[in-house]
């Protein structure tokens, strides 16, 4: 199979729609990262997508619709907390888990009784998952020991071959995954930090809680050993330091730092993220996939101040390092 790369005019969306229909998997993008999209209430197309991402059968899915009054195909009920939520951030980067509706099979929730659903906001997605008619399951179209694609590039590099097409909508807006919600709990849990901060959800329903432990990637981890430094006055020296340790080992070492910070590395190896904290977290993941594919033994990354974005930015640092902070 030949993986084609299709620019998202109207007769391609609607060719990708009649395979997503057909039971296929296709790629496509959304605002956070590129997704790997099968019908979800078509067991044997989402076994295809656990398959060809290599994932365990026992880690859920997430279910994307088209549009806010599709979300009550999925689910049962939504609490007046998640309409309050769906009201302010869908289409978005966020995703909440209700309790599933009986068009969603167990394959798709781990066998679970919750269902994880959102609305991308690319018009690209939308008008796919319209087309297709029917619910659409969306993890990030790679391989599960591959970073999370921001490019149809990326996707081509993990999955050609997998898959007949790839929808190209450009750069991935946000470049981290969708902040996960469950619902079904009284205050909400944060199971995952993403694409809408923390503070964004708590200053529209109040009290929220953050599960520490739910928050997991994929199996991914960079080839390169990850660690990041604390945020305070001192990081960039302290990341020179560790920098200079780590190359008298003989080891390759690279530094993911904002643009601005630049020129403080001296001659040092660096790939910068970017001017602020919301293009570190577009350009995350590219850098590390850029740093595997010129073989670094290790990377050290800013850290950043815990506010806004910068709290999921610190959660993927961590899940990426093993937390090793420096």
Known sequence: MDT???????????????RLKAGEVIAFPTETVYALGAVATNSD????????K?????????????????????????PQKAQKLIDEFMPGALTLILERSEIIPDIVTAGAD????????NKIAQKLIGLAGMPVVVPSANTSDKASPTLAAHVKDDLDGQIPCILDGGASKIGIESTIVDCTADPPIIVRAGGVTVESIKSIIGEVHINKTGQKLSGYMPNAEVMFSAYFDGMIQNICDKYDEVSKQGKTVAILCLDGNRAQYGSRKVFTVGKDYSAYAHNLFASLRLADAQHY?????????????????????IQ??????I
């Open 4 to 18: 084609e790369i299709l620019q998202p005019t109207d007769v391609n969306i609607l060719r990708c729609a009649s």
């Open 45 to 52: 197309a989402v076994k295809k997508v656990y398959d060809i």
């Open 54 to 78: 290599r994932r365990p059968y026992d880690k859920p899915l997430i279910v994307a619709v088209s549009k806010k009054s599709d979300i009550h195909k999925v689910v049962k009920a939504v």
């Open 114 to 121: 919750r269902v994880a659903v959102r609305i991308p906001d």
């Open 297 to 317: 033994d290790s990377i050290i990354a800013e850290g950043v101040d815990p506010s806004g974005i910068g709290e999921s930015l610190i959660a993927r640092l």
């Open 320 to 325: 990426l390092s093993g937390g090793m902070i």
